[in-house]
């Protein structure tokens, strides 16, 4: 990466995968903000998040908003973390297609770990009662089925973090 040229770090991985854990690191690394879906849909919509369905609408509605604003923090020079998922190809070309669109740099964080592991993570994580989203296994097994790992044939320069 160029020298002060900002940058576009992205996330996939499943539930309680580690991704807002990640994106803080990454932002205390590169001096970056991290825009965080889970800490906006929650003020956003309060009352109004409570089925996977009511999700895929509020959180496509906050990528209108969010999607240029990540293009004018790119192009003034500031990086970004998109701490929002990044685990389908549609999610995924949504995120490319905001760094190509400054011409910024983009990596995409893979964070490959076990349904095991995650659902551990998971239940400590319900318990503590510190995250805005308590996931049940059922949920966690139909929003995991539409996970899709990233490719190479995607076009991302891409970093692979195991648990």
Request: glycine share 6%; net charge negative.
């Amino acid at each position: 990466m160029a020298s002060g040229q900002a940058e576009l770090h992205f996330l996939c991985g499943k539930i309680a995968a580690g991704k807002s854990t990640l994106a803080k690191a990454l932002a205390a690394q590169n001096r970056a903000v991290v825009l965080s879906e889970d800490e906006w849909l929650p003020l956003l919509y309060p009352d109004e998040l409570l089925t996977i369905p009511d999700y895929m609408c509020y959180s496509t509605r906050l990528k209108k908003v969010v999607g240029p604003l990540v293009r004018d923090l790119l192009a003034a020079g500031v990086t970004v973390v998109l701490d929002f998922p990044a685990n389908t190809m549609e999610q995924r070309r949504w995120m490319k297609e905001l760094a190509d669109s400054t011409g910024a740099p983009h990596t995409l964080h893979y964070l490959d770990v076990s349904d095991e592991v995650c659902k551990d993570r998971l239940k400590a994580r319900n318990a503590g009662g510190d995250h805005p989203f308590e996931v049940t296994d059922e949920q966690f097994a139909k929003i995991t089925s539409h996970f899709v790992p990233p490719s190479e044939g995607e076009g991302f320069r891409m970093v692979v973090h195991r648990a």
